[in-house]
């Protein structure tokens, strides 16, 4: 079984939201589905049918969420150590080298990538082209638009 990589923080998250599924959602969904079922006939039943597609997808997030969990790497990126170098968990400060605007990104895992909150996803092409580089390196980006140059003017380990 592969790991998922998660940050420590990615990691509190996911188990955050699968504690609020189990011990709020669920018994939600479940007395929403009693009440439904108390109203009679089941067969033109918007509420009931509403009530249990709710907890189909109640139920599939916390299997996602625990099988996430049991397979998780998590990575606290106070103690890496990888000698300056780009790696998972890292924040980076990049300098675009056509137009010198600077963007500071940190390296996460799939399920933590959130572009307004500046995490960008291991597997995105900026990471993937980010990865293994230093301060000073430059990396090149395929982008829609064309390829991008970015400079690595700083990496963090925070």
Known sequence: MSKIP????????????LHNLKTVERPSVINAI?????????SENAEYE???ERQSFVEGRIVEL?????SAQVIDPKTLNADGRCVFG????????NNGD?????IVGDDEA????????????????LIGKSSGDVAEVQAPGGVREYEVVEVQYV
């Open 114 to 129: 959130d572009i307004r909150q500046r995490k960008i996803s291991i597997s995105s092409p900026v990471a993937r082209a």
């Open 34 to 42: 009693s009440e439904a079922r108390a109203q009679g006939d089941l």
């Open 102 to 106: 600077v963007v500071t990104y940190q």
């Open 50 to 52: 509403a009530a249990k």
């Open 90 to 97: 890292t924040t980076v400060v990049l300098e675009d080298v």
């Open 6 to 17: 998660l940050t420590l923080i990615g990691a509190e998250l996911l188990r955050q939201e």
């Open 66 to 70: 625990e099988f996430k969990l049991g």
